[in-house]
């Protein structure tokens, strides 16, 4: 995870998964009821991003001007790996 500031924000939750968060912590399945929230948050964000990230490369594959693009920018660097020589 990553770290940077953190900010205090009050949440509401059902009382039967913070009961369940809790008594995760207590038997030390996770480090705290914080920890837990801040992973799950975390999680959901990146799902979500990568739902983001999926449905503009589906809008980006109906683009015909970018798939023109793509396509030829393809078309001119397939030889650029061949032209080092074997450096790489």
């Known amino acids: 995870m990553m770290q940077t500031r953190s900010i205090r924000y009050t949440a509401t939750v059902p009382e039967p998964l913070m009961e369940e968060l809790k008594a995760l912590a207590k038997q030390k399945h996770v480090p705290s009821v ?6 799950a948050v975390s999680n959901y964000l990146e799902g979500k ?13 109906r683009d015909k001007a ?6 030829q920018c393809a078309e001119d660097f397939k030889f650029v790996d061949s032209e080092g020589l074997g450096e790489w």
Not at 49 to 61: I, P, T
């Open 49 to 61: 991003r990568a739902e983001m990230y999926y449905s503009a490369m589906q809008e980006a594959a």
């Open 66 to 71: 970018f798939l023109a693009r793509t396509m």
């Open 34 to 39: 914080n920890y837990a929230i801040l992973e």
